[in-house]
Each structure stands twice: as C-alpha cells, then as structure tokens.
C-alpha cells in the first residue's frame, strides 16, 4: 500500500489561507469518510487536528477545516499565525487489510 | 485527560529483540482501543497495530506482521508490543496511540499520542 500523497510545502503570509491535498485511491480515501489530519512540530509528538474528514476535536481552532472529494482530501488552514507553522499529516481508513495509510507529509512555512 | 509514556526504547543488533510499553495515567485505560505507530528519523508516520480494548481484535501492518506482537494488561493500565527480528529499517520512534471513540463507535482517528520511544537497530 503506497502512502497518500501531499506536497512537500506549503506557505502563506500571516492571516493569509493555505491548503494543502492529501491524494489517496479509491481503495482508500474515495471509499471511506475517515480521513484524518495531523499537525506536527519539531521534535513533538502529532496532535490531531481533523477527524472522520471535516470534524474537530475539542480545543481545535475553527481556522482549520477539512474536505473531501473523490480521492483527495484537503485540510485548510485559515488566518494563518505563526505557530501554525509545522509539518501537516493525512491519514485514511484503508479497509480490512490495510487499516491505515499516512500521507507523505507537507511542511507548512509561515512567511 | 489521559497521559501515555512509552518505555523500552533503546539500541539493539539486527535480528534483535526488544519490548516497548506504554503506561496510561488513567482507569478508563481498559476501555481504549489502542495503536502503535511509528516514525523514522527525518520521515512520515507509519500505522504499526491496532489492538481492541479486550484484545479481542489485533490488527498489523504488513511491514511486521508475524514479527511484532501487540499485547496490553489492563490491570496495569500498560500497553506492549513485542519486537522480534528487528531490522535497520524498524530504526523509529515508536508512539503509543489511542484511539478517538465518540460514544461506543471508533472514529478511526488517534487522539492521544505519547511522547514516544527511540528504537535503533544497528550493528
């Protein structure tokens, strides 16, 4: 199972928006609602940021959201600050056998 | 909220064997499904396994199967996985991971992470 594929970068200005795409198969993100989204800092451990494609977890600024279409999801990230600079992950329920598949990973720059 | 720490970590040869656990801060642990994942230096995550809060289910990711073993011991709110035959390229840091549940139902999302154990296969 080949991981799901992102952008290596992404950047935007401070308050600026930027999205980045997260493309799968049909095998996996086109076939189930369970996409879900990471945020990474250096040295830090993930910290969930989107669920089930468009939800977040309490304590989650609404500057991020989620989508799907088809194979590809996305993960915006609105009025941009400074500490959302960090690495971004996809993740997608693959079915029984696969179970889960991560994205390539994208670095988001804050200019 | 819950907290997870992982220990075990460490250096061992190829064709090694080493034993991560993942302590949790709360009683609530039992009823958790639970996951390792892990990340190599430099590199994405990679979902290693899955197991059910009553080990009724255990789930692997190719890369180990039939070499790692999940396992957990509620009384102990702690949380295994038995590496064995250990490669250059199992070199990671191993999290423990819970998974996200609204009411009874996964959300097949992982919620809480530790902070994560070193592990280092070389020679």
């Known amino acids: 199972q080949s991981a799901l594929t992102q952008p290596p970068s992404a950047s935007g200005s401070p308050g600026q928006s930027v999205t980045i795409s997260c493309t799968g198969s049909?095998?996996?993100?086109?076939?189930?609602?369970?996409v879900s989204w990471y945020q990474q800092h250096p040295d830090k451990a993930p910290k969930l940021m989107i669920y089930?494609?468009?939800k977040r977890p309490s304590g989650v600024p609404d500057r991020f959201s989620g989508s799907k279409s088809g194979n590809t999801a996305s993960l915006t990230v609105s009025g941009l600050r400074a500490e959302d600079e960090a690495d971004y992950y996809c993740?997608?329920?693959?079915?029984?056998?696969?179970?889960?598949?991560f994205g390539t990973g994208t670095k988001v720059t804050v200019l | 909220q819950v907290q997870l720490v992982e220990s075990g970590g460490g250096v061992v040869q190829p064709g090694g064997s080493l034993r991560l656990s993942c302590a949790a801060s709360?009683?609530?642990?039992?009823?958790?499904?639970l996951h390792w994942i892990r990340q190599a230096p430099g590199k994405g995550l990679e979902w290693l396994s899955f197991?059910?809060?009553?080990?009724?289910?255990?789930f692997y990711a190719d890369s180990v199967k039939g070499r790692f073993t999940i396992s957990r011991d509620n009384s102990k709110n702690t949380l295994f996985l038995q590496m064995s035959s250990l490669r250059v390229e199992d070199t990671s840091i191993y999290y423990c991971?819970?998974?996200?549940?609204?009411?009874?139902?996964?959300?097949?999302?992982?919620?809480?992470w530790g902070q994560g154990t070193m592990v280092t296969v070389s020679s």
């Open positions: 089930e494609v468009n």
């Open positions: 709360e009683f609530s642990f039992r009823t958790y499904g």
């Open positions: 197991i059910h809060w009553d080990e009724t289910t255990k």
């Open positions: 993740c997608s329920h693959a079915g029984p056998y696969i179970h889960y598949v």
């Open positions: 991971v819970k998974e996200k549940v609204t009411g009874t139902e996964y959300d097949k999302a992982f919620e809480i």
């Open positions: 049909s095998s996996d993100v086109g076939a189930y609602d369970y």
